[in-house]
């Protein structure tokens, strides 16, 4: 399997703070990289899909990059309802693997 | 607006048979663009997939399952199922159903969630 590790597991912020969450996967995944957001006692939700395409509603405020094997979640300007938890996602190989999550919490 | 909705027991016995069903509306599961898929996630914990069907009956299991787990799709009532058999407590979790889009490999919507315990 494909092992995503993300980093941070958890980090402090204020809003309006810039955010950056990174993404290793233990192979490349060429551009098979997709970026959840989840909310207590909440299915998921798709931010961004191929790596830097922002899902059809999800503020600009969200982007995301990076190729082969390293990527990164930016939340830019962060907002009171961006405290979350963040997945990433890869969908290069069965089986489809997670990160273990990435935890934003209020300063 | 697509909306997924599972449904099910929320208990079942520890070697009995998890059978969870998934409900879409507002677009086919027909539709080649997409296909549909199972995932869990234990309480507190991250998310596993389990699984997945493609419109032609296709399927792939996460091969930590695969003995265990089935995914089949019924058109006619835009419905696809999941039954997970020889439960344990290891598999108490929520699961979600989600549908999956072709190209990404991205779940772009997904139903609420529903608890399955596995206790005698």
């Known amino acids: 399997d494909i092992q995503m590790t993300q980093s941070p597991s958890s980090l402090s912020a204020s809003v309006g703070d810039r955010v950056t969450i990174t993404c290793r996967a233990s192979?490349?995944?060429?551009?098979?990289l997709n970026w959840y957001q989840q909310k207590p006692g909440k299915a998921p939700k798709l931010l961004i899909y191929a790596v830097s395409s922002l899902q059809s509603g999800v503020p600009s405020r969200f982007t995301g990059s990076g190729s082969g094997t390293d990527f990164t979640l930016t939340i830019s300007n962060l907002q009171p309802e961006d405290f979350a938890t963040y997945y990433c996602q890869q969908s290069n190989r069965n089986p489809a693997t997670f990160g273990q999550g990435t935890k934003v919490e209020i300063k | 607006q697509v909306q997924l909705q599972e449904s099910g027991p929320g208990l079942v016995k520890p070697s009995q048979t998890l059978s969870l069903t998934c409900t879409v509306s507002?677009?086919?599961?027909?539709?080649?663009?997409?296909?549909c898929s199972w995932i869990r996630q234990p309480a507190g914990k991250g998310l596993e997939w389990i699984g997945r069907i493609y419109t032609s009956g296709s399927t792939d299991y996460n091969p930590s399952l695969k003995s265990r787990v089935t995914i089949s799709l019924d058109t006619s009532k835009n419905q696809f199922s999941l039954k997970l058999s020889s439960v344990t407590a290891a598999d108490t979790a929520v699961y979600y159903c989600?549908?999956?889009?072709?190209?990404?490999?991205?779940?772009?919507?997904w139903g609420q969630g529903t608890l399955v315990t596995v206790s005698s």
């Open positions: 192979q490349i995944i060429s551009n098979f």
């Open positions: 507002g677009g086919s599961i027909s539709s080649a663009s997409y296909y």
């Open positions: 989600a549908r999956t889009q072709y190209g990404s490999g991205s779940y772009d919507y």
